[in-house]
């Protein structure tokens, strides 16, 4: 095709070309969003430890799933904050006094 018609050869974006994120309001729960996209490998992954580690940052008591942590998180870290507050309702508990401390991100390419 190329040699005949050099106009018609069509060249894809690569998938980094394609890289995306979105936020948009859930169709069918108020007060909801849905945020979806295609990260980079790497970034990908050091998003995902992220939540990770702000999600662990409650008590055992916590009364949510680790899904729903995972949730919350991303609003933490849109806020810029390095934990959650823990809702398991204890006056004396740990989570109160123990920092999220940031996990170290390991690079996989």
């Given at each position: 095709m190329a040699d005949y018609d050099p106009?018609?050869?069509r060249v894809p974006p690569t998938v980094a070309q394609n890289c995306?994120?979105?936020v948009e309001?859930?169709?069918?729960?108020?007060?909801m969003a849905m945020v979806g996209g295609v990260l980079d490998a790497v970034d990908?992954?050091?998003f995902d430890q992220r939540l990770d580690v702000i999600a662990g940052s409650v008590c055992v008591n916590d009364p949510r799933?680790?899904?729903q942590r995972r949730a919350a998180a991303?609003?933490?870290l849109g806020r810029g904050e390095g934990s959650?507050?823990?809702?398991?309702?204890?006056?004396?508990?740990p989570a109160v006094t123990m920092p999220a401390k940031p996990a170290?991100?390991?690079a996989t390419r």
């Open positions: 106009a018609a050869v995306y994120v979105e309001a859930h169709p069918e729960a108020a007060g990908a992954s050091a799933s680790k899904a991303c609003g933490a959650l507050a823990c809702l398991c309702g204890s006056a004396d508990c170290p991100m390991i």
